[in-house]
């Protein structure tokens, strides 16, 4: 396949080649199972899984030991939801999320109201925000769980997290928040945000795919899960299996990197991101950022183009990979939902693009999708009528037809 422009790290990111050596000798001659403690292939293995936990642990500045390894975010936000569930039933059965959270917490949310259930679903502003009033106003003495995402998938909004946090301490309420793609691009401390349940996923920043871990507050208060996988008792009995001991490897490994190399990374590619809007902005008119304007994600861009079908642009961007949402719900021809929920009309939810950048992009790459993507847009804009009667409109006065 002739080389793309990769513009979907939100998506998942490549492996960053530090990571796949240090992967390798776990892939081949360094075989043993974690668990097995009566031998030397036993043991180092178990020593890597400790290591890895450490440094995983240390870019949530929490303490290792609290930390479970899981196949990824989706299995992370299951064990958080259900878990909590199931371990404080007898406590009450009320769950509070947001409206712009994932579909691996939105989806267990209507799975859990099948059981008995009661979820809020909050709403957020037109940039993506939660108002943390909004949760203090929601709690009841029934609710047993909070979960609000740090950073949005699809319009990088990032939330007053620790604002939300000193209101569930309180009340007395366990908060969780799905961090897949704020950790390690952004700084994140467990303990200053007030959260007691950390997803989190290795291929969002830079480590393989299939491994992800859930951060479990030990202490003050101690949360209590109630295990969705039996068959063992690993990871202190929250997470039974075989460990994926390359790939937590990985993971620990891409946590280093980012830990050490997160600030001037998110420097560079925010200024990337800068580049990227005002090259888009300066060729095209009807173009409208979606998400916070300065709280979000530094490789987070994603724009609204008027008149123009997001699904078409897509296809007439041949080359360039990004996306018009979450790459979880890409098959489904909805607008999004966390478009829906900021309040974009449908028409223009579904002419939006999502560009998020990463480590390995550069200027010429930035540069040459600016170029296609002005280009592309205006011929398609060529072809519609609608566009067509706005010109016409704005030139006599009348304004906006599609805002009628």
């Excluded at 080359?319 to 979450?326: D, K, L, Q, R």
Aim: proline share 4%.
């Amino acid at each position: 396949m002739e080389r793309w422009i990769y513009l979907d790290n939100a998506a998942t990111t490549p492996l960053d080649p530090r990571v796949l050596e240090e992967m390798m000798p776990w892939l081949t001659e360094r075989f043993g199972n974690a668990s097995s403690h009566h031998h030397a292939y036993g043991w180092e293995a178990e020593e890597a899984v400790e290591t890895a936990r450490a440094r995983v642990a240390a870019l949530l500045g929490a303490p290792a030991r609290s930390l479970v390894f899981t196949s990824g975010a989706t299995e992370s936000n299951n064990l958080a939801l259900k878990g909590a569930f199931g371990a404080y039933r007898s406590k009450g059965n009320h769950l509070i999320v947001s409206r712009i959270e994932h579909k691996a917490v939105l989806d267990v949310c209507a799975a859990l109201e099948d059981q008995g259930a009661e979820v809020t679903r909050l709403p957020v502003d037109r940039f993506g925000r939660v108002d943390p009033e909004s949760v203090r106003e929601a709690i009841r003495d029934t609710t047993i769980l909070v979960s609000i995402m740090h950073a949005n998938n699809e319009i990088g909004t990032i939330q007053d997290l620790a604002a939300i946090g000193r209101i569930c301490k309180e009340r007395g309420v366990v908060l969780h928040t799905d961090a897949a793609q704020s950790v390690g691009k952004i700084q994140f401390d467990a303990d200053a945000l007030g959260v007691d349940l950390v997803s989190i996923s290795g291929h969002k920043i830079y480590g393989p795919k299939g491994v992800g871990a859930l951060w479990i507050r030990r202490r003050a208060p101690r949360v209590a899960l109630l295990p969705q996988i039996d068959g063992g008792g690993h990871e202190h009995g929250f997470r039974s299996g075989t460990l994926n001991v390359p790939g937590i490897v990985g993971f620990g490994r891409a946590a280093e990197i980012c830990a050490r190399e997160r600030e001037t990374e998110a420097e560079r590619i925010r200024a990337l991101r800068d580049r990227l809007q005002a090259g888009i902005e300066s060729g095209l008119e009807e173009v409208d950022r979606n998400g916070a304007p300065d709280a979000r994600l530094p490789g987070n861009l994603n724009l609204s183009f008027g008149y123009v079908e997001g699904e078409s642009l897509l296809m007439g961007l041949n080359g360039i990979a990004v996306s018009t949402g979450s790459a979880c719900t890409s098959a489904s021809l909805e607008p999004s939902h966390v478009l829906q929920a900021i309040g974009r009309r449908a028409e223009r939810a579904q002419s939006s693009i999502r560009f998020s950048l990463g480590r390995f992009n550069t200027e010429g790459e930035i540069d040459e999708t600016v170029r296609r993507v002005v280009s592309t847009v205006r011929r398609l804009r060529e072809l519609s009528p609608l566009y067509e009667m706005m010109q016409e409109e704005a030139g006599s006065g009348g304004g906006d037809p599609a805002n009628r």
